[in-house]
């Protein structure tokens, strides 16, 4: 009913689409774009229509994943406008964490409860492959019931390209190694005229889709993302949604949507001035109205639309549930990327907070895995909660239990220097 009245207030040709999307027909471009730019009774029904849309395909469970993120170095050769976390290898503040040190964390993650480890880092000079490979088996070793969640497709393409391989046959090893799906990050914009302006040198767009459809043909799912909020125009965010929509159905390889806001306080493209059109960071009205689209173009293909707590907050984050999403990410422990670029919402939310914040929104929590499996199920009432060690560590203690990127960059023991693993005549 509140939908019925919420549609009859709206313009005619937006109620068309957004009555298109409920009787279950794909949102085209054209409608996605016109959709962009509503505002008032139009957003409000298009928020409903979302949720709607969010009942039908996946119902009132929303998930959560225990997870520790491990971003091993900040040292990068790239140099890409956006980016804070990234350091050259003559920064005071450049770290690279050892593989005892890594597997250290994972198996620390491991014993308080967590299923997967998530690994993305710099592009360090003079890394082999190899390293890569060697970590991934240290890992599976040390911790065999972890899922590895490792390595964005610049990773892949860099890692390749140092063990002078093609990409299939570099996923292919990692795969065997123990590998099990990897980050749709370094997408940003799948455009390549503006990933020029955002990141020179950056993985193209071909290459992104390259890597990203080699490792689904593996058998290795990936995740997908966008970055927004930055220089882009509705047409690029549309047109990225619908690139991904099309892999989608070729392949069926993504697991999830993960819309990331841009943040820009320490970025360098807006702390130098780079970009005269750069904007900082989406509006609210951006943030809610990307997602409600993001699940009606994405939602019958990719299910799964997951909100960003690192970028938005926990308190944006619930009001997204109402808007299509149904999944609040990972537990993290460490975020070093965002936290680097000036987020404010900290690295680490135990799983009881997200349980709360998910019940509060009125929908039903579960724990979940990396491919979406149900690891705990969760009633109504708090009290009856198999909590789990991660639980009883709370947000303010989460620096002095699992280590912060301050803490990092000045860390002796971690200071950058010439890696074990290295290419001979590799430019710095």
Known sequence: ???????????????????????????????????????????????????????????????????????????????????????????????????????????????????????????????????????????RSAAPRLHLHAFSPEEIKYGAAGSSVPVRAFLEELR????????????????????????????????????????????????????????????????????????????????????????????????????????PGPTGHEVVRLYAIARLMLGATFRNIQVSWVKEGLREGQALLGAGANDLGGTLMNESISTAAGAAHGQFQPPSELRRVIRDAGRVPFERDTLYGTVRSFGANPDADETIALDRIGDADADATFGSYRQLTRDERFRFKRLPLAREGTRS
């Not at 491990?70 to 956006?82: D, M, P």
């Not at 914009?189 to 459809?213: F, H, K, Q």
């Not at 997908?224 to 047109?239: A, D, N």
């Open 176 to 279: 065997d190694a123990g590998l099990g799906t990897l980050p749709g990050t370094s997408a940003e914009i799948l455009d390549d005229a503006l990933r020029a302006r955002l990141a020179p040198g950056r993985i193209t767009t071909r290459e992104w889709i390259d890597v990203v459809t080699t490792a689904h043909a593996l058998g290795i799912r990936t995740t997908s993302t966008i970055m927004y909020g930055h220089v882009e125009s509705s047409e690029h965010r549309v047109r990225h949604l619908e690139l991904l929509r099309s892999i989608q159905k070729e392949t069926g390889g993504f697991t999830e949507f993960v819309p990331l806001s841009f943040v820009h306080h320490e970025a360098p493209m807006h702390a130098k001035h780079m970009l005269a059109d750069l904007r």
């Open 1 to 139: 009913m509140m939908l019925e009245r919420a549609l009859a207030g709206v313009e005619p040709d937006v109620r068309a689409i957004l009555e298109r999307c409920l009787d279950g027909r794909e949102l085209s471009s054209t409608d996605a774009l016109r959709l962009c730019s509503v505002n008032g009774a139009s957003l409000h029904a298009l928020v409903l229509t979302a949720d709607h849309v969010r009942f039908e395909q996946v119902g009132d469970r929303v998930g959560y994943v225990v997870n520790r993120n491990i971003n091993f170095t900040n040292v990068c050769v790239k140099a890409c406008r956006f980016c804070a976390f990234s350091r050259t290898q003559r920064s005071d503040e450049g770290y690279f964490l050892d593989v005892a040190e890594i597997v250290r964390r994972a198996v620390q993650a491991e014993e308080l409860g967590a299923t997967e480890v998530c690994i993305q880092a710099g592009l360090a000079p003079q890394i082999d492959g190899r390293y890569y490979v060697e970590l991934v088996r240290a890992i």
